[in-house]
């Protein structure tokens, strides 16, 4: 039972246009939601993330949308780089209540392999 | 010197080994989790812990087990390797899930 699913398993874009990647989840008791990069031989860091409270987050070029109704949320880049072509993992948990299930820990998604052509 | 720490960063086992994989973090969290990752599952939770005497299952947890030495380690053990154990493996610890996990490089494991 996937939780956290990224549906597209790669994306290809162009340098200075914009990189759209998708996420969707099923458990309504997440409220906190992130995004982690991942770079071959290293391991994930964390990029950007948004509280249930919000509907957007930027920082810098990166923008995450949520749409609780719709239990999906994106990252947006733009204008894209090279240098972010990577893997990217969404993320899930549950900040409250203190105890639950889904509390302190992260559900990650598949993963979207986006590739940045200069 | 990094922030978490594993090691081996490689290992090839045979079948019916046991064995061990390590964490250390000096970040000072009492929170750590290992993770395993899979082409086209993501990262996937093994075991986890909130404090030194805390210790919990993941989503994955049968065939590993784990041990929290201290608030600084936190190590995996694969009590009988089996093929589909091989695997990429990430140690993690935070303080809050909102401030994010900070991630070791990875163990790459190969069960043969």
């Known amino acids: 039972d996937q939780q956290v699913k990224q549906n597209s398993p790669s994306l290809s874009v162009q340098e200075g246009r914009i990189s759209i990647l998708n996420c969707d989840y099923t458990?309504?008791?997440?409220?906190?939601f992130l995004w982690y990069k991942k770079y071959p031989a290293e391991g994930p860091t964390f990029l950007i993330s948004?509280?249930?409270?919000?509907d957007k987050n930027e920082d810098g070029r990166f923008t995450v949308f949520l749409n609780k109704s719709a239990k999906h949320l994106s990252l947006h880049i733009v204008p894209s780089q090279p240098g972010d072509s990577a893997v990217y993992f969404c993320?899930?948990?549950?900040?409250?209540?203190?105890?639950?299930?889904?509390?302190?820990?992260?559900?990650f998604g598949q993963g979207t392999i986006l590739t940045v052509h200069p | 010197d990094a922030d978490v720490t594993q090691t081996p960063r490689n290992r090839i086992t045979k079948t019916g080994k046991r064995i061990m994989l390590e964490c250390s973090q000096t970040k000072g969290h009492d929170r750590m989790y290992w993770y395993r990752q899979d082409p086209g599952l993501g990262l996937r939770l093994i075991y986890y812990?909130?404090?030194?005497?805390?210790?919990n299952k993941g989503e994955i947890s049968d065939g590993y087990s784990v041990s929290r030495q201290a608030q600084a380690k936190f190590s995996l053990s694969l009590e009988s390797a089996i093929p589909n154990q091989t695997a990429l493996y990430f140690c993690?610890?935070?303080?809050?899930?909102?401030?994010?996990?900070?991630f070791g490089s990875g163990t790459r494991l190969t069960v043969v």
């Open positions: 812990s909130f404090d030194v005497k805390d210790i």
């Open positions: 993690a610890t935070s303080d809050r899930v909102s401030d994010g996990y900070t």
């Open positions: 948004i509280s249930s409270i919000k």
């Open positions: 458990n309504s008791m997440f409220d906190y």
């Open positions: 993320a899930a948990s549950a900040v409250f209540p203190a105890g639950g299930t889904s509390y302190g820990k992260l559900t």
